[in-house]
């Protein structure tokens, strides 16, 4: 009996072990603590659309910061906390929505360019992640300046292997809906993850079908002013979500 017991013991460990996680770290900006940059409308309520729809699954841990509360420390050691926590079969996603420059992301406190959030750092805190999954969704301006970005810590970020998908080309401004509550890369990344990019319905949406619907979206819905770009060295049939059958 013991003997059976300590069997169904290294069993249910085994399968704890292998259990997948999907850690996320979640940033929404709409006003700036700086005076000179000018607030936006939407970036806190794309936050909200993103952990709403990302809530709906069992195995995801979330952080969310909004508003005063995404500074680059909250932001960044949080980030990092959770490469260090996540295991080889678990995946790390960093969702961001405020104002970006060529290099990296803006946080609420960001009063020049060394202060902003950059590609070499995520690329740094990713590097000493085991999972095999990571993912960067940012609905920001001038995000896809990574593209042209020539220095060497940019560049291994570019070429790293971790997922940057970015709603914009480097000289293309991200745009909001008229009216409406997201911007036009979160309204259609939403839509996407959400089942609409599930092109051969088997509830998994892969990198290539996630980025075909939105960027077909995204270009419709602006007349060919926005053009989402992404980068990094992975399979185009990486799972980004999985939904349970």
């Not at 659309?49 to 995404?70: E, P, Q, T, W």
């Not at 104002?99 to 902003?116: E, I, L």
Request: glycine share 8%; with cysteine; aromatic share 10%.
């Amino acid at each position: 009996m013991r003997q059976t017991l300590l069997i169904i013991l290294f069993l249910i460990c085994g399968i704890c072990a292998n259990a997948q996680r999907t850690f996320i770290v979640i940033a929404g900006i709409n006003d700036y603590i700086e005076p000179s940059v000018n607030d936006l409308r939407c970036c806190e309520a794309d936050a909200d659309s993103y952990y709403a729809l990302m809530s709906k699954k069992k195995d995801a841990v979330i952080h969310i910061f909004k508003g005063r509360n995404a500074t680059k420390q909250n932001i960044l050691s949080t980030l990092q906390a959770v490469c260090r926590q996540a295991g080889s079969n678990d995946a790390v996603v960093f969702f961001f929505s405020g104002h970006g420059y060529p290099g990296g992301f803006c946080p609420v406190d960001m009063r020049s360019k060394a202060t902003g959030l950059s590609y070499a750092e995520m690329q740094t805190a990713f590097k000493q992640c085991k999972a095999r999954r990571k993912m960067v969704f940012a609905d920001a301006c001038f995000s896809g300046g990574l593209r042209k970005d020539k220095s060497s810590a940019v560049n291994e970020a570019r070429n790293g292997d971790v997922m940057f998908f970015l709603s914009s080309r480097t000289n293309e401004t991200s745009q909001e809906i008229p009216g409406g509550r997201n911007g036009q890369f979160t309204r259609f990344l939403i839509r996407g993850l959400g089942g609409g990019a599930d092109a051969d319905r088997n509830r998994t949406i892969t990198a290539k079908e996630l980025y075909n619907f939105v960027h077909q979206g995204v270009a419709y819905a602006t007349a060919e002013k926005q053009h989402p770009v992404m980068w990094g060295n992975f399979n185009n049939t990486m799972p980004i979500v999985v939904w349970q059958k």
